[in-house]
C-alpha cells in the first residue's frame, strides 16, 4: 500500500507563490508517475501536472504552464508543485496521486492508483 500526504496549500494574494509537497510512503514503484490534481468549488477535479519517475518528464495543463513547476526528489518520495503568479482561479483543493505504472493518459483521473487527501489553496485578488 502506499500513503500520499500532501502539504504546503495555505491563503495568498495574487501574484504570490506557494510549494506543495506531496510524501509517499510505503511501496515504491520504480515505473510510477506522480500527478498533481485540483478541484475548485463546484467544479470537477481537473489535471495540472504530472511527471514520470524514470526520466523525470513533466507535463502541465496549459492554464498553469510556465507559472507552475512540477519536480521530484526520488530519494526523499517527494514531489513537489512550485506554483508563482497565482491568479484567483487557482484557488481549489489540490490532490496529489500516484500512478504505479505510468500510463500515456496521465491526465485523466482514472488511470491513479492511491490519491492524498489534499491541501487547499486560496488566491485573493
Known amino acids: 500500500q502506499v500513503q500520499l500526504v500532501e502539504s504546503g496549500g495555505g491563503l495568498v494574494q495574487a501574484g504570490g507563490s506557494l510549494r506543495l509537497s506531496c510524501v509517499a510512503s510505503?511501496?515504491?514503484?520504480?515505473?510510477?508517475?506522480v500527478g498533481w490534481f485540483r478541484q475548485a468549488p463546484g467544479k470537477e477535479r481537473e489535471f495540472v501536472a504530472a511527471i514520470r519517475r524514470n526520466g523525470g518528464s513533466t507535463y502541465y495543463t496549459d492554464s498553469v504552464k510556465g507559472r507552475f513547476t512540477i519536480s521530484s526528489d526520488n530519494a526523499k518520495n517527494t514531489v513537489y508543485l512550485q506554483m508563482n503568479s497565482l491568479k484567483p482561479e487557482d484557488t481549489a483543493v489540490y490532490y496529489c496521486?500516484?500512478?504505479?505504472?505510468?500510463?500515456?493518459?496521465?491526465?485523466?483521473?482514472?488511470?491513479?492508483?492511491?490519491w492524498g487527501h489534499g491541501t487547499q489553496v486560496t488566491v485573493s485578488s
Open positions: 496521486a500516484l500512478d504505479r505504472y505510468y500510463s500515456p493518459d496521465y491526465y485523466t483521473q482514472e488511470v491513479y492508483d492511491y
Open positions: 510505503g511501496r515504491t514503484f520504480s515505473s510510477s508517475a
